[in-house]
Nanobody
Framework: VQLQASGGGLVQTGGSLRLSCAASGRTFSGSTVGWFRQAPGNEREFVASIRWSGGTTYYADSVKGRFTISRGDAKNTMYLQMNGLKPDDTAVYYC?????????????????????WGQGTQVTVSS
């Protein structure tokens, strides 16, 4: 499956962006899909994920209350609404898809839990 992330850009502190991820060749049904980010010199870190069936969501503490992950009406699209952006949110954002996990499986928050990755979209937040 190929994933295409889009929607990144340059915003000021406190601004908003909406990232999109579209899959080609399959739908997200029965999957866990998520967003990760990587800043220069840092490891790729978990941002948010959602179990497509049932809609259970997971968030990193650093984005909880500011970011919202959601499923699109089309079963091959998902979104990340980012509000209240901060300079620390500056990174390349990647969407990813993996198998369906039980609600308590820690792999929903881990890079190792996903086997399909998009190419990344740059988000830059100016102070």
């Amino acid at each position: 499956v190929q994933l295409q992330a889009s929607g990144g850009g340059l915003v000021q502190t406190g601004g908003s962006l909406r990232l999109s991820c579209a899959a080609s060749g399959r739908t997200f049904s029965g999957s866990t899909v998520g967003w990760f980010r990587q800043a220069p010199g840092n490891e790729r870190e978990f941002v948010a994920s959602i179990r497509w069936s049932g809609g259970t969501t997971y968030y990193a503490d650093s984005v909880k209350g500011r970011f919202t992950i959601s499923r699109g009406d089309a079963k091959n699209t998902m979104y990340l609404q980012m509000n209240g952006l901060k300079p620390d949110d500056t990174a390349v954002y990647y969407c990813a898809a993996g198998p369906r996990y039980i609600i308590t499986d820690p792999r929903v928050r881990s890079v190792v839990g996903y086997d399909s990755w998009g190419q990344g979209t740059q988000v830059t937040v100016s102070s």
